[in-house]
Nanobody, 116 residues
Framework: QVQLVESGGDVVQAGGSRRLSCAAS????????RGWYRQAPGKQRELGAD???????KYADSVKGRCTISRDNAKNTVYLQMNSLKPEDTAVYSC??????????WGQGTPVTVSS
């Protein structure tokens, strides 16, 4: 059974940093994209960043220049390093793995709260 488990969420002061991790367990075949989404209170879920199996990276404008997505294939883990955090970054951050078989896997999410 495939599971994605996020960690690293916490309460942090504005200007601070956090590194989120998403560890996948179980065998996932044909991974195309690993990504981080976030959902702020009362808002729709939005993409933060994603990375393809070929290494192509995309960032949302709202996090560009402040966040870095990376992966460790050996550990089957994807990371999101977030710097210069702002109160508007407060959200539940969820990771997702999308496969070439049109199967998406999602984690439960980890909350990040940025205090001003």
């Amino acid at each position: 059974q495939v599971q994605l488990v996020e960690s690293g969420g916490d309460v942090v002061q504005a200007g601070g940093s956090r590194r989120l991790s998403c560890a996948a367990s179980g065998r996932i075949f044909g991974i195309n994209v690993r990504g981080w989404y976030r959902q702020a209170p009362g808002k729709q879920r939005e993409l933060g960043a994603d990375i393809t199996s070929g290494g192509r990276i995309k960032y949302a404008d709202s996090v560009k220049g402040r966040c870095t997505i990376s992966r460790d294939n050996a550990k089957n883990t994807v990371y999101l390093q977030m710097n210069s955090l702002k109160p508007e970054d407060t959200a539940v951050y969820s990771c997702t793995y999308s496969t070439e078989y049109d199967r998406d896997y999602w984690g439960q999410g980890t909350p990040v709260t940025v205090s001003s």
